[in-house]
C-alpha cells in the first residue's frame, strides 16, 4: 500500500505548524510570560526554543521522514522491542489529551455563539462555573452532561471526522492551507484593534516590560522549556506521523526551524491583543492589572468575556477571539487523530477511512465525561498527569532510543543529505546529554511535589484512580498494541539511509 503524500512543502509547513499552534498558545503563553518576567521571560523562552524545542523537532521529523512511518513503526524499525513507546504516545494522545482538548474547543464554540450577544451576562465568573459547567463539588460527583456543551462537542467531533475522513492532501493538508492564513488574518485583526483601545499600553507594558530579577528563579528556565515542549506537540507522535509522508527530498532542518518560530511568533504575538484587552479592562474599571488578570481557563472564559462586555462593538470583538480559539484548537486536534490513525493504518492494514469514523464516534464517547458537571475536575486532573508524566517520559525515552541506540550520527547524516541548514555535532550533544537531562529534572520536580502535597487539593484517591489510572492504563495499551503481529511488511522495510 503506498504511503499518501503531502501536495507540497508549504502544506507540510502549515500543517506542522497548525498541530503545534493550539489553545495554549493564545491564552497559556501570554499568562506565563506576564508571571514570569515578562520582556526577560523571553531569553529563556528563545534559549529552550534554540536548545530542546527546534532540535527535538528536527529528531521527530528526521525519524519520521527517514524510517518512513508513523512513531510505534518508526520505533519498530530502530528497535524492535522500542515500539511501545509510539504505542504509548499515540494512545494517551488519542485516548487522554484529544478527549478533552475537543471539549475546550466545544467551551470555544459555544462562547463563540454567545459573544454575539454578550450571552454570559454582568458576571462571566459566576455565568462559567456556575451557569455553564455546573461545577459538581469533586470529581467523584459527575453529574448530568451539560446539554450546551454537548451539543458543541458533537459538532466538533463531526468537523474533526469530516476533515480527517478526507485524507492527508484532501483534508489535513486542505484545512490547514485554510485555517492558518485565516488564524494568522484574524489574531491580526484583534492586535491591531485591541492596541485601539483606551489603556491598552497599560496591558502591552505589564506583558512586556522585563524583570531580569526573574531569571535567577530556577521555577522560571523550568517553565520556559516545559512550555517550549508542550507547545510544539513534541512527544506525541504528531510531528513523526507528518513527516511520514513527506517526499524523499525534503528540507528537514529548514521546516523544524520555521515550524518553532511561526509557532513562537505567533503566541508572542496573540499575547499582544491579550493583554491589550486586559489593560483596557483594568483601566476602564479603575482596578491594577494584577486584579483583572487571572491563569489560563479563567483568563480565555471569564477575563476576557468582561473585557469584551466593555469594549465598544465587544460583541464583534469576541466573537473574533473565541473563533480563533476555535479554529486553533481544531487544526491540532486533527493532528492527534491523524498520528494514532497513521500509526493502525500501518501496523494493522486497517481502511482508513471506517477507521476514522469508529474512532471519532469512540472519541465522542470518551469526551463525554469531560462535558459532565464534574468535567472541569476530571480535565484538570487528567491533563496534569498525562502532559506531566507521559509526555515528558517519552521525550526524555525518545532522546535515548534515537541518540544513543539508533545514533544521532546516523540521523544527522540522513538530514545533512537534504537538508539546506546543515546540523553538527553539538546536535548529538543536545539530543544525547541536554534535553533527557533537562526534562529530567522536570519529571523528578513534578514528582517531588506531587509527593509532598496532593495537586491541585484533590483527594489521593481522585488522584490515584483517575490521573494514575490514565497514565497506567495508556501504558498497558501501549505494551498490548505493540505485541500484535504485524498484518502488514512496513516493519520489514530498511530507512530511506540505509536503501
Given at each position: 500500500?503506498?504511503?499518501?503524500?503531502?501536495?507540497?512543502?508549504?502544506?507540510f509547513?502549515?500543517a506542522?505548524?497548525?498541530?503545534?499552534?493550539?489553545?495554549?498558545?493564545?491564552?497559556?503563553?501570554?499568562?506565563?510570560?506576564y508571571?514570569n518576567?515578562?520582556?526577560?521571560?523571553?531569553?529563556p523562552?528563545l534559549?529552550a526554543?534554540?536548545?530542546?524545542?527546534?532540535?527535538?523537532?528536527?529528531?521527530?521529523?528526521g525519524?519520521g521522514?527517514?524510517?518512513?512511518?508513523s512513531?510505534?513503526?518508526?520505533?519498530?524499525?530502530?528497535?524492535?522491542?522500542?515500539?511501545?513507546?509510539g504505542w504509548?504516545?499515540?494512545?494517551?494522545?488519542?485516548?487522554?489529551?484529544?478527549?478533552?482538548?475537543?471539549?475546550?474547543?466545544?467551551?470555544?464554540?459555544n462562547?463563540?455563539?454567545?459573544?454575539?450577544?454578550?450571552?454570559?451576562g454582568?458576571?462571566?465568573?459566576s455565568?462559567f462555573?456556575?451557569?455553564?459547567l455546573?461545577?459538581?463539588?469533586?470529581?467523584?460527583?459527575?453529574?448530568?452532561?451539560r446539554?450546551?456543551i454537548?451539543?458543541?462537542l458533537?459538532?466538533?467531533?463531526?468537523?474533526n471526522?469530516?476533515?480527517?475522513?478526507?485524507?492527508?492532501?484532501?483534508g489535513?493538508?486542505?484545512a490547514?492551507?485554510i485555517?492558518?492564513?485565516?488564524?494568522f488574518f484574524?489574531?491580526?485583526?484583534?492586535?491591531?484593534?485591541s492596541?485601539?483601545?483606551?489603556?491598552?499600553?497599560?496591558?502591552i507594558?505589564?506583558?512586556?516590560?522585563?524583570?531580569?530579577?526573574?531569571?535567577?528563579?530556577?521555577?522560571?528556565?523550568?517553565?520556559?522549556?516545559?512550555q517550549?515542549f508542550?507547545?510544539?506537540?513534541?512527544?506525541?507522535?504528531?510531528?513523526?506521523?507528518?513527516?511520514?509522508?513527506?517526499?524523499?527530498?525534503?528540507?528537514?532542518?529548514?521546516?523544524?526551524?520555521?515550524?518553532?518560530?511561526?509557532?513562537?511568533?505567533?503566541?508572542?504575538f496573540?499575547?499582544?491583543?491579550?493583554f491589550?484587552?486586559?489593560?483596557?479592562?483594568?483601566?476602564?474599571s479603575?482596578?491594577?492589572?494584577?486584579?483583572?488578570?487571572s491563569?489560563?481557563?479563567?483568563l480565555?472564559?471569564?477575563?476576557y468575556?468582561?473585557?469584551?462586555?466593555l469594549i465598544?462593538?465587544?460583541?464583534?470583538?469576541?466573537?473574533?477571539?473565541?473563533?480563533c480559539l476555535v479554529?486553533?484548537?481544531?487544526?491540532?486536534?486533527?493532528?492527534?487523530?491523524?498520528?494514532?490513525?497513521?500509526a493502525?493504518?500501518?501496523?494493522?492494514?486497517l481502511?482508513?477511512?471506517?477507521f476514522?469514523t469508529?474512532?471519532?464516534?469512540?472519541?465522542l464517547?470518551?469526551?463525554?465525561?469531560?462535558?459532565?458537571?464534574?468535567?472541569l475536575?476530571?480535565?484538570?486532573?487528567?491533563?496534569?498527569?498525562l502532559?506531566?508524566?507521559?509526555?515528558?517520559?517519552?521525550?526524555?525515552?525518545?532522546c535515548?532510543?534515537?541518540?544513543w541506540l539508533?545514533?544521532?550520527?546516523?540521523?544527522?547524516?540522513?538530514?545533512?543529505?537534504i537538508?539546506?541548514?546543515?546540523?553538527?555535532i553539538?546536535w548529538?550533544?543536545?539530543?544525547?546529554?541536554f534535553?533527557?537531562?533537562?526534562?529530567?529534572?522536570i519529571?523528578?520536580?513534578?514528582?517531588?511535589?506531587?509527593l509532598?502535597q496532593p495537586?491541585?487539593?484533590?483527594?489521593?484517591?481522585?488522584?490515584i484512580?483517575?490521573?494514575?489510572?490514565?497514565?497506567?492504563l495508556?501504558?498497558?495499551?501501549?505494551?498490548?498494541?505493540?505485541?500484535r503481529?504485524?498484518?502488514?511488511?512496513?516493519?520489514?522495510?530498511?530507512?530511506r539511509?540505509?536503501?
Amino acid at each position: 500500500m503506498k504511503r499518501e503524500q503531502w501536495k507540497s512543502q508549504s502544506g507540510f509547513l502549515l500543517a506542522a505548524v497548525g498541530s503545534a499552534i493550539g489553545l495554549g498558545n493564545i491564552w497559556r503563553f501570554s499568562y506565563m510570560a506576564y508571571d514570569n518576567g515578562g520582556g526577560a521571560f523571553l531569553i529563556p523562552y528563545l534559549v529552550a526554543l534554540f536548545t530542546a524545542g527546534i532540535p527535538l523537532l528536527i529528531l521527530e521529523f528526521g525519524v519520521g521522514h527517514e524510517r518512513m512511518g508513523s512513531a510505534p513503526l518508526a520505533y519498530a524499525k530502530i528497535k524492535k522491542n522500542w515500539e511501545w513507546l509510539g504505542w504509548w504516545a499515540v494512545t494517551f494522545v488519542m485516548f487522554g489529551v484529544v478527549l478533552y482538548y475537543i471539549v475546550v474547543i466545544a467551551w470555544c464554540l459555544n462562547f463563540f455563539i454567545l459573544s454575539f450577544n454578550l450571552g454570559w451576562g454582568n458576571d462571566p465568573n459566576s455565568f462559567f462555573f456556575k451557569d455553564f459547567l455546573s461545577v459538581s463539588n469533586g470529581p467523584s460527583e459527575i453529574g448530568q452532561v451539560r446539554a450546551p456543551i454537548f451539543v458543541a462537542l458533537v459538532i466538533v467531533w463531526f468537523l474533526n471526522w469530516l476533515i480527517c475522513y478526507r485524507g492527508v492532501r484532501r483534508g489535513i493538508e486542505l484545512a490547514n492551507k485554510i485555517f492558518m492564513p485565516l488564524l494568522f488574518f484574524l489574531t491580526s485583526v484583534l492586535v491591531f484593534w485591541s492596541l485601539t483601545l483606551d489603556g491598552a499600553i497599560v496591558g502591552i507594558r505589564a506583558y512586556l516590560t522585563p524583570d531580569f530579577s526573574k531569571l535567577s528563579d530556577p521555577k522560571v528556565w523550568i517553565d520556559a522549556y516545559s512550555q517550549i515542549f508542550f507547545t510544539l506537540s513534541l512527544g506525541f507522535g504528531i510531528m513523526i506521523a507528518y513527516a511520514s509522508y513527506l517526499p524523499e527530498k525534503s528540507n528537514i532542518s529548514r521546516n523544524a526551524i520555521l515550524t518553532g518560530l511561526i509557532n513562537s511568533g505567533y503566541s508572542l504575538f496573540a499575547g499582544v491583543a491579550v493583554f491589550a484587552v486586559l489593560g483596557f479592562m483594568a483601566t476602564s474599571s479603575g482596578e491594577t492589572l494584577s486584579e483583572v488578570v487571572s491563569q489560563s481557563i479563567g483568563l480565555a472564559f471569564v477575563a476576557y468575556p468582561k473585557a469584551v462586555s466593555l469594549i465598544p462593538g465587544g460583541n464583534l470583538f469576541g466573537a473574533i477571539f473565541f473563533f480563533c480559539l476555535v479554529v486553533a484548537g481544531l487544526s491540532s486536534s486533527i493532528s492527534i487523530i491523524e498520528a494514532f490513525t497513521s500509526a493502525m493504518v500501518d501496523k494493522f492494514h486497517l481502511r482508513r477511512k471506517p477507521f476514522i469514523t469508529l474512532i471519532s464516534i469512540l472519541g465522542l464517547l470518551g469526551s463525554t465525561i469531560f462535558a459532565t458537571q464534574a468535567g472541569l475536575l476530571w480535565l484538570d486532573i487528567v491533563d496534569h498527569f498525562l502532559t506531566h508524566y507521559g509526555l515528558v517520559a517519552v521525550g526524555i525515552l525518545e532522546c535515548v532510543l534515537v541518540g544513543w541506540l539508533f545514533g544521532s550520527k546516523v540521523l544527522r547524516n540522513h538530514i545533512n543529505k537534504i537538508s539546506s541548514i546543515k546540523l553538527g555535532i553539538w546536535w548529538d550533544i543536545l539530543i544525547k546529554y541536554f534535553i533527557p537531562l533537562v526534562l529530567g529534572i522536570i519529571l523528578v520536580g513534578d514528582l517531588w511535589q506531587e509527593l509532598s502535597q496532593p495537586y491541585g487539593g484533590y483527594s489521593w484517591s481522585s488522584l490515584i484512580l483517575i490521573g494514575w489510572n490514565w497514565v497506567v492504563l495508556t501504558l498497558i495499551v501501549g505494551f498490548v498494541l505493540a505485541s500484535r503481529s504485524w498484518k502488514t511488511e512496513h516493519h520489514k522495510a530498511c530507512g530511506r539511509s540505509q536503501g
